[in-house]
Every structure is written in C-alpha cells, then in structure tokens.
C-alpha cells in the first residue's frame, strides 16, 4: 500500500492531524484544507461539498486549537492556561449583555408610554 492510498480511508480530520504532527507550527485553514484535499485525492465537487463539515470537525476535535486569524495548530503544542476557555467567563459575559438588552426594552417601552 502506498502512503497516498493509506489516507483514503481515514477521516478527514484525521488527515489533517497526521500533517499537523508533521509540521512545526500553526497553518491557515485554507491551506490545510488544500493538503487534505490532496491527500484524500478529492476532486474540485468533492473539496466544494466537504469544506465547511471538514471546518466543523475541526472546530469540535479536541486535537486541534484556533490561534487567530484563522490560523489552526495542534492543541498539544501550546500551554493549557494559552488555549483553556474558561466557560464562566463566557456566561457571565452572555448574562451581562442579556441584562442590557433586556434594560433597554424596558427603557423604550416606558418612554413609549409616556409619550
């Protein structure tokens, strides 16, 4: 078996890990994409159709880490406290517009009837 047809039956994502682990830094989505792509021998209908589920597994695999402006690197190459999202943060931050929003519907409609 040659090492091209070795990647026709592993996941896209999976894929994407093997040449992540061969590089030395992070790499910009499109061109990962491309070299996924190769690898998979996909043709242009295919690397159409299968971009934004390949962008959404990614996205969920654990293995992997945005690092900015759509940069992606393998999550076990960066510090825990560099890459961990504390979801606290994230909902006091969701509550705090929630409550904001919710002030200024309740200023608009008193000043609806008043006017």
Not at 16 to 34: C, D, G, I, Q, T
Not at 60 to 70: A, S
């Amino acid at each position: 078996m040659d090492s091209m047809n070795k990647y026709y039956n592993m996941s896209m994502v999976d894929v994407a890990y093997e040449l992540m682990s061969k590089k030395k830094s992070a790499v910009n989505f499109y061109k990962l994409w491309e070299e996924v792509c190769q690898m998979k021998k996909f043709d242009d209908v295919q690397k159409d159709d299968k971009e934004s589920l390949f962008y959404t597994n990614i996205t969920l695999d654990g293995r992997f880490i945005t690092v900015g402006e759509n940069n992606w690197d393998l999550r076990s190459r960066h510090k825990f406290s560099d890459v961990h999202i504390d979801m606290n943060d994230i909902y006091a931050d969701d509550e705090e517009e929630a409550s904001e929003e919710l002030e200024e519907d309740v200023d608009s409609t008193i000043e609806d009837d008043y006017n």
